[in-house]
């Protein structure tokens, strides 16, 4: 079993739409959490950071659920720029990140 | 400021043949990573450098890869005897790390794109 998965998608949806991609992680000991984002043929970004307790950033909610070791990322009213992948990354080891695959998002139109 | 940056962005080269790839961190920065990242996949981590301590090199696929940071600065990442498998977009990621404190962001370079013909 990966330590991070995601599906990958990818997802399509039409603008103004929500969208929730979750993500699971398998070990307990972990301790940090980040939704990372990547644009085709670019690096990765820092979306945002996870908290135990949820939280938000302009239309992006992030949660975390430490019992059923997953992650959860919801876009709200999804704008064409929002078409990007969105990598589930987990601090497993002290100073060291584990990232998923990815969930490919394609906003249209 | 300027970021993490990376040299050559791109890089073709024969099979068995060495190539090396540039980091250059964004000043101040204690910890820096090198990732690997094929075509659909996710990031490989490789090994990771944290100010004077050991570097983790538990992600190395190989004895053909290798890494050193010079002056706790720039790092070079080297491929010995390149095989058509290794050709993927090498990444390059630089955060500040307090030993025992929170883990910060990773601001990662643009990439090297490494093509084994």
């Known amino acids: 079993r990966k330590e991070v998965e995601q599906d990958p998608g990818p997802f399509n949806v039409p603008e103004g739409a929500t969208v929730a991609f979750n993500c699971t992680y398998s070990?307990?000991?972990?301790?940090?959490f980040f939704w990372y984002r990547q644009d085709c043929r670019k690096e990765p970004k820092l979306l945002m950071s996870v908290y135990s307790s949820g939280n938000e950033d302009g239309r992006f909610t992030a949660q975390l659920n430490r019992a059923s070791q997953y992650i959860s990322l919801l876009i709200r009213d999804s704008k064409l720029s929002d078409s990007a992948t969105y990598l589930c990354?987990?601090?497993?080891?002290?100073?060291?990140?584990?990232f998923g695959t990815g969930t490919r998002l394609q906003v249209f139109p | 400021g300027a970021g993490v940056s990376q040299s050559p962005s791109n890089k073709v080269t024969e099979k068995g043949k060495d190539v090396e790839l540039r980091c250059d961190p964004i000043s101040g920065h204690t910890a820096l990573y090198w990732y690997r990242q094929s075509l659909g996949q996710g990031l490989e981590f490789l090994i990771y450098?944290?100010?004077?301590?050991?570097?983790?090199k538990s992600g190395l696929p190989s004895d053909r890869f290798s890494a050193e940071r010079t002056g706790g600065s720039v790092s070079t990442l080297t491929i010995q005897r390149t095989q058509q498998e290794d050709s993927a977009v090498y990444l390059c990621?630089?955060?500040?790390?307090?030993?025992?404190?929170?883990?910060?962001?990773?601001?990662f370079g643009p990439g090297t794109r490494l093509t084994v013909l």
């Open positions: 990621a630089s955060s500040f790390v307090l030993s025992g404190g929170p883990l910060d962001t990773q601001y």
């Open positions: 070990n307990s000991a972990s301790q940090s």
């Open positions: 450098f944290q100010g004077n301590s050991a570097p983790d």
């Open positions: 990354v987990v601090n497993v080891y002290t100073d060291k990140l584990i």
